[in-house]
């Protein structure tokens, strides 16, 4: 069975840039998470999707991260502009019943 | 709100002796416990899940544990460590279900020495 796959891996860029990461999740899974970990610090919730439809953002910075889920299936997390702050792993999971499934992960840079 | 501490952030152990990473938590109402082992390069994968039932809970790779609510804890163990067991450990909690609202604690990376 395939895994959630996230891409790119890594990205390196300079505050008030603007980036975007991909995710295609487990086929077949409605729910997807992304969280972000920040180094020293625990994954954190940022958006969960349940198909295409968003079911909890409470904790995105809305004024500078967007998040979207085409037709159910891949989804992307954009950061315009980015900061310093931003600095972290940005994690996509999804799930199907009972259990979560993580991606490995896309680490960015903000310099 | 609900919360999770994870005392140490760092336990050196000799391949073959005990492990025990600490978990304590905080919650109004019952919980869905879990612990969560990251490999690098590696996401998240499920050690074990506690929801309800036995209080004692058994994972992958050998390790256990034990949901106590008394002392607010869901420490993990493992009675003989091996040197693929070094990697980042993470406690997490829900008070929704298996794989929403979780919050995780900050975590514990557990080195091995032969």
């Known amino acids: 069975e395939a895994g959630v796959a996230q891409s790119p891996r890594y990205k390196i860029i300079e505050k008030r840039q603007s980036v975007a990461f991909w995710c295609n999740p487990i086929?077949?899974?409605?729910?997807l998470y992304w969280y972000q970990q920040i180094l020293g610090q625990g994954p954190k919730l940022l958006i969960q999707f349940q198909n295409n439809g968003v079911v909890d953002d409470s904790q995105l910075p809305k004024d500078r991260f967007s998040a979207e889920r085409l037709k159910g299936v891949d989804s992307t997390l954009k950061i315009q502009p980015a900061k310093l702050e931003d600095s972290a792993v940005y994690l996509c999971?999804?799930?199907?019943?009972?259990?979560?499934?993580f991606g490995s992960g896309t680490q960015l840079s903000v310099l | 709100a609900q919360s999770v501490t994870q005392l140490g952030s760092h336990v050196s152990v000799s391949e073959g002796a005990l492990v025990l990473l600490r978990c304590n938590y905080s919650?109004?109402?019952?919980?869905?416990l879990f612990w969560y082992v990251q490999y690098p390069n590696q996401g998240l994968q499920l050690l074990l899940k506690?929801?309800?039932?036995?209080?004692l809970v058994k994972g992958i790779n050998g390790f256990e544990a034990e949901f106590k609510k008394s002392e607010t804890s869901f420490h993990l163990t493992k009675p003989s460590a091996h040197m693929s067991d070094a990697a980042e450990y993470f406690c997490a909690v829900s008070v929704v279900s298996n794989t929403d609202k979780l919050i995780f604690g900050t975590g514990t990376r557990l080195q091995v020495f032969p």
């Open positions: 086929s077949g899974h409605a729910t």
């Open positions: 506690y929801t309800t039932g036995a209080t």
């Open positions: 919650s109004s109402v019952p919980p869905y």
């Open positions: 999971a999804s799930s199907l019943g009972e259990k979560l499934f």
